[in-house]
């Protein structure tokens, strides 16, 4: 669709974006964004006198289904209150809420797209301007049909290896909302990782529901499994690190940690816990054991005493007791997680664990997520104290100027241990650009942050 974003005078249209949720979701906001401005169109954030709105949504809790509607109504008033922009909302509301609808509504119109067409949104948007009549259920669905992302909202490129989930958690909806799991060919993504780094990325994050289950039948590897995907992206040429971003702790084997001795390896992983308590992970269905997930984790602490472990915690599942409770906050203390989700539990229509006895009330749900939270937050600042006096190889996001107006550059970024660093040069008229790597020695830690930023200088300036 050549020269699609322009409207009649030559002025360019813009197209405004919001992402909820998981990293999957920011993959495929970041692809369809990409996909636009190529084709001429603006791209921006969601704010009002945009000629299109497009609003990737979440539905994994009762709050994400808040959150996805208010994002929607803001949208439309934008649209309303501007010249009749078209508003698109996909993702997983839209899948767990099939008979949510959007009446005709003078001065725009709302479309509602599912995920498995979600790749449609380009061509979708393009019908539209034209005056044309849109039916995208008439195109082929395709869950990996995205063009690879540009740097558009931000310098990591995620790259999407695998959708859906087999493992029927009993609390999760996803295998209801993103189907059951498909891997995308090795070839595909190895083309988008090479595209990416060609492009400029110096960070790939590889995403998807549950990728330790990834599974390709190849002519070159005729089983290819998680481990084998990531070394193959590991000995692409470039200068690029990688990083993962939400792992099951189950079915990881020597191989998989055997990965995490490579140079280009970030030391952190989000391993998804859930809960401390063995009772509430087997009602949970879940497939490990604490000890199962302590060992893993003494496995890669054992690879780097740093190695930066963050994962989630649902508090308040159905029958849940202080005893259990008592171990997830164990559990908390124990792995000095850099960064814990907490997540008051949320019933979620269709699954198992709605009809499950023994409802915890949402005042001691609310209660209890506070007490692992205030646990949580501890454990972060504690493991970031830990990185002082280190080094960390920052990948700059954005750059300041210091406050004392002497002109100085400040590169705010992340390290490989994945915790934001700001750092400044020695001396003056040092110039710190944005996608560049830096090593940072970490000399401090923010002391009046809740989320604590680790603060060094560069050495490379």
Do not use: W
């Given at each position: ?35 636009l401005r190529r084709c001429g169109y ?173 599974r390709e039948v190849t002519p070159v ?186 002109g100085a550059s400040v590169g705010i ?49």
């Amino acid at each position: 669709m050549p020269g699609g974003g322009m409207m009649d005078g030559g002025m360019k249209r813009t197209v405004a974006f919001e992402t909820l949720g998981c990293k999957l979701n920011q993959y495929e906001t970041d692809s369809i964004a990409t996909t636009l401005r190529r084709c001429g169109y603006g791209v921006i954030g969601l704010e009002p006198g945009a000629d299109a709105y497009v609003l990737n949504s979440c539905t994994v809790t009762n709050k994400a289904d808040r959150k996805s509607r208010n994002t929607l109504y803001r949208a439309e008033r934008f649209a309303r209150e501007g010249s009749g922009a078209p508003v698109i909302m996909t993702g997983c509301f839209v899948e767990s809420h099939p008979d949510f609808t959007r009446p005709p509504s003078k001065g725009h119109v709302t479309y509602l797209v599912d995920n498995a067409h979600k790749n449609t949104i380009p061509d979708l948007l393009e019908a539209h301007f034209r005056g044309e009549t849109v039916d995208y259920h008439t195109l082929a669905p395709d869950v990996f049909g995205f063009a690879t992302p540009g740097q558009l909202f931000h310098t990591r490129t995620n790259i999407k290896v695998q959708d859906g989930c087999d493992n029927f958690c009993t609390f999760c909806i996803i295998p209801r909302v993103r189907g059951r799991a498909v891997s995308r060919p090795l070839e595909d993504v190895l083309r988008e990782a090479e595209e990416a780094v060609a492009g400029g990325s110096r960070e790939l994050v590889l995403t998807g529901v549950n990728m330790s289950r990834y599974r390709e039948v190849t002519p070159v590897v005729p089983a290819a499994d998680f481990p084998d995907l990531v070394r193959a992206i590991l000995d692409l040429p470039g200068d690029f690190r990688l990083r993962i971003s939400s792992l099951e702790p189950d079915g990881l084997d020597e191989r998989f940690l055997e990965l995490f001795d490579h140079p280009r390896m970030c030391p952190h992983l989000h391993l998804c816990l859930q809960s401390g308590s063995d009772r509430i992970l087997l009602e949970m269905r879940r497939m490990y054991t604490r000890a199962a997930y302590r060992e893993l984790a003494e496995k890669l602490r054992r690879k780097d005493r740093t190695f930066n472990l963050t994962t989630d915690v649902i508090t308040g599942f159905p029958g849940e007791t202080e005893r259990d409770l008592e171990a997830s906050l164990e559990a908390v203390g124990e792995h000095r997680f850099g960064h814990v989700h907490v997540f008051p539990f949320s019933p979620r229509s269709g699954t198992r664990a709605e009809r499950i006895k023994g409802a915890v009330d949402q005042r001691e749900k609310r209660r209890r997520s506070v007490l692992v939270e205030a646990a949580a937050v501890e454990e972060k600042r504690r493991y970031r104290a830990s990185l002082v006096g280190g080094y960390e190889r920052v990948l700059v996001e954005r750059v300041e100027t210091t406050a004392d107006g002497d002109g100085a550059s400040v590169g705010i970024g992340l390290g490989e241990h994945y915790v934001p660093v700001r750092f400044t040069a020695p001396g003056r008229g040092g110039v710190i650009r944005t996608n560049t790597f830096y090593n940072v020695r970490i000399t401090g830690l923010e002391a009046d942050r809740a989320d604590p930023r680790l603060i060094g200088l560069s050495e490379d300036l």
